[in-house]
């Protein structure tokens, strides 16, 4: 059975632009979760889809956005970026939803901001 | 919200020897305590979880306790080999903004096996 598949997993852009991260979760997983890690703050919880729906989200700006299409993959999108948004962005699946399931993690995308 | 906080940041212990991991935890509703290892390059990997029913959990060379009554759960990994060298995360359930549960991790703990 596949893993979780995260694409790309390098990203390099500048301030002001935007990016768009993709995830696919593992076949039949119904709940893709987002995570930022950085080395000063560890893993930050951003949003978490279910069926489309978007049922739980962190403490991050409105740049920060995500959606969930009817195959489970999920994409996240940050806009207007800026210097502090480089880090390595997770994405977990699970089969069911909320905050007592086992996630499996992808291997992340690597953003860097210049 | 839900704090978690995890020691040491870092540990060194000599091939063969036990390591042990600790985490304390805010909110007393919590009921599910998973341990990630990561790997360079790799994202995290359940290790093993313990749910607030349970006391402790064993799996192989590793364990988990959990006491509910202060807070704290520990992973404790016995016989250490060179391949427990890895970034080693707890997490705790907790309520988020729209009242769902999520999962709040730890900053971590870089473990290395000296052989």
């Known amino acids: 059975k596949a893993g979780v598949t995260q694409t790309p997993r390098y990203l390099i852009k500048t301030r002001g632009q935007q990016v768009t991260l993709s995830c696919s979760p593992i076949?039949?997983?119904?709940?893709v979760s987002w995570y930022q890690q950085t080395p000063g703050q560890g893993l930050q919880f951003l949003f978490e889809?279910?069926?489309?729906?978007q049922r739980n989200k962190g403490n991050f700006p409105g740049r920060f956005s995500g959606r969930q299409f009817s195959n489970s993959r999920s994409e996240m999108n940050v806009s207007t970026l800026e210097l502090g948004d480089s880090a390595l962005y997770l994405c977990?699946?699970?089969w069911g939803t909320g905050g007592n399931e086992k996630l499996f993690f992808g291997s992340g995308t690597q953003l860097s901001v210049l | 919200g839900e704090n978690v906080e995890q020691h040491p940041s870092t540990l060194s212990v000599q091939e063969g020897d036990s390591a042990v991991i600790k985490c304390t935890y805010s909110?007393?509703?919590?009921?599910?305590f998973p341990w990630y290892k990561q790997e360079l390059g790799k994202g995290p990997q359940l290790i093993i979880d313990?749910?607030?029913?349970?006391g402790e959990k064993k799996d192989q060379r590793i364990a988990v306790t959990l006491n509910k009554t202060a807070k704290h759960f520990s992973l404790h990994i016995t016989e250490t080999q060179p391949e427990d060298s890895a970034v080693y995360f707890c997490?705790?359930?907790?309520?988020?903004?729209?009242?769902?549960?999520?999962?709040?991790f730890g900053t971590g703990t870089r473990l290395t096996i000296i052989p």
């Open positions: 909110d007393s509703a919590s009921n599910y």
């Open positions: 076949s039949g997983h119904r709940s």
């Open positions: 889809y279910f069926s489309e729906t």
């Open positions: 997490a705790a359930s907790s309520r988020a903004n729209f009242g769902n549960e999520k999962l709040t």
């Open positions: 977990a699946s699970s």
């Open positions: 313990i749910r607030s029913n349970v």
